[in-house]
């Protein structure tokens, strides 16, 4: 336990190197890749210096219970066994081991149909008066594709110039290297013009970001980041209310499903614009305001029974 991460790269030199070609070749994304190797090499630091091949299920189980230590929650630890178990699967395609420990280690129970954190609409108009910077335009388009379009910010990251299609809509690549169409309405179309056309050129050839920095490179996920959390800073400071609210770029997002929903957005329809894998994950928001279920108890309202004690 007391290596050094640098130890435990050397050692596991073959096997780290065998992980990261095989995820370059699965297509994984850069920050995904970088995160994926960080959680395999603490792994692999609680069981050092076992060969990975004599590595069980228990050595997941006592990594999976020093994170637990450490802090991490459920969420969190399931991302790593997903880490784990991506690592054990690529040395087996690689023939390098027979078995995958991590398989039968079981996911931690979640709390399901958590409310998740959100922007109301009368907060979400005064976020343009909240957007700063130098780069307005630009600034302005990330912050309404993450509230008006539901973008991931590492969607924002990857998007390229040729993903605005000419029929106002944008194609964009999410979670698991999967597309999906948003069909843009005319106002954030408009939005993106503005900053196509004030855009600084990009020094890339092949491929033409979206959004590019002051040096001519694509705009990095920890400065779309920045663009977002100062944003919220600013409006906080305009809105009291919101001074104890848990607001971050990834809630921006959740603000734009739970205005789908309040709009009469279907599940299956939502899913789709998220980009999500499953609906479950989606339901979440059915909860915030589902009407189906207020329409369904208010059908049997006046079939209950008056009870006689009751003035």
Same mark, same amino acid.
């Given at each position: 336990m007391g290596n050094s991460l640098n130890e435990i790269k050397e050692h596991y030199d073959m096997e780290l190197d065998m992980f990261?070609?095989?995820m370059k070749n699965k297509g994984m994304t850069q920050s995904t890749h970088a995160a994926y190797l960080s959680d395999a090499c603490h792994f692999l630091k609680t069981a050092y210096p076992k060969p990975t091949n004599e590595l069980t299920k228990m050595n997941v189980m006592r990594f999976l219970s020093v994170c637990r230590e450490q802090g991490a929650g459920d969420e969190a630890r399931n *991302? #790593?066994?997903s880490a784990v178990r991506s690592f054990f699967k690529s040395l087996m395609e690689m023939e390098h081991q027979s078995h995958n420990p991590a398989a039968a280690v079981p996911k931690s129970k979640q709390e399901?149909?958590?409310i998740p954190v959100y922007l109301e609409e009368s907060e979400l108009e005064a976020l343009p008066d909240a957007i700063g910077g130098k780069y307005y335009i630009r600034n302005a388009a990330i912050i309404m594709l993450m509230c008006y379009a539901g973008l991931r910010v590492g969607e924002v990251h990857r998007m390229n110039v040729k993903d605005f299609r000419q029929d106002g809509s944008i194609h964009i690549?999410?979670?698991? *290297? #999967?597309w999906r169409i948003i069909p843009l309405p005319e106002g954030l179309q408009a939005v993106l013009r503005?900053?196509?056309g004030e855009r600084m050129e990009a020094r890339q050839d092949k491929e033409q970001p979206f959004f590019v920095s002051q040096f001519g490179r694509r705009l990095s996920i920890r400065m779309i980041q920045t663009v977002a959390d100062e944003t919220i800073r600013h409006l906080k400071d305009k809105e009291p209310s919101l001074e104890n609210k848990p607001i971050s770029s990834h809630k921006l997002r959740h603000s734009f499903a739970t205005m789908q929903?309040?709009?009469?957005?279907?599940i299956r329809t939502l899913q789709e614009l998220l980009g999500h894998a499953s609906i479950e994950t989606t339901q979440i928001y059915t909860h915030i305001d589902n009407r189906q279920l207020r329409s369904a108890m208010d059908n049997i309202a006046d079939k209950i029974p008056a009870l006689k004690?009751?003035?």
């Amino acid at each position: 336990m007391g290596n050094s991460l640098n130890e435990i790269k050397e050692h596991y030199d073959m096997e780290l190197d065998m992980f990261s070609i095989w995820m370059k070749n699965k297509g994984m994304t850069q920050s995904t890749h970088a995160a994926y190797l960080s959680d395999a090499c603490h792994f692999l630091k609680t069981a050092y210096p076992k060969p990975t091949n004599e590595l069980t299920k228990m050595n997941v189980m006592r990594f999976l219970s020093v994170c637990r230590e450490q802090g991490a929650g459920d969420e969190a630890r399931n *991302r #790593k066994l997903s880490a784990v178990r991506s690592f054990f699967k690529s040395l087996m395609e690689m023939e390098h081991q027979s078995h995958n420990p991590a398989a039968a280690v079981p996911k931690s129970k979640q709390e399901k149909n958590k409310i998740p954190v959100y922007l109301e609409e009368s907060e979400l108009e005064a976020l343009p008066d909240a957007i700063g910077g130098k780069y307005y335009i630009r600034n302005a388009a990330i912050i309404m594709l993450m509230c008006y379009a539901g973008l991931r910010v590492g969607e924002v990251h990857r998007m390229n110039v040729k993903d605005f299609r000419q029929d106002g809509s944008i194609h964009i690549l999410g979670k698991g *290297r #999967k597309w999906r169409i948003i069909p843009l309405p005319e106002g954030l179309q408009a939005v993106l013009r503005a900053a196509l056309g004030e855009r600084m050129e990009a020094r890339q050839d092949k491929e033409q970001p979206f959004f590019v920095s002051q040096f001519g490179r694509r705009l990095s996920i920890r400065m779309i980041q920045t663009v977002a959390d100062e944003t919220i800073r600013h409006l906080k400071d305009k809105e009291p209310s919101l001074e104890n609210k848990p607001i971050s770029s990834h809630k921006l997002r959740h603000s734009f499903a739970t205005m789908q929903i309040r709009s009469g957005t279907d599940i299956r329809t939502l899913q789709e614009l998220l980009g999500h894998a499953s609906i479950e994950t989606t339901q979440i928001y059915t909860h915030i305001d589902n009407r189906q279920l207020r329409s369904a108890m208010d059908n049997i309202a006046d079939k209950i029974p008056a009870l006689k004690k009751i003035t």
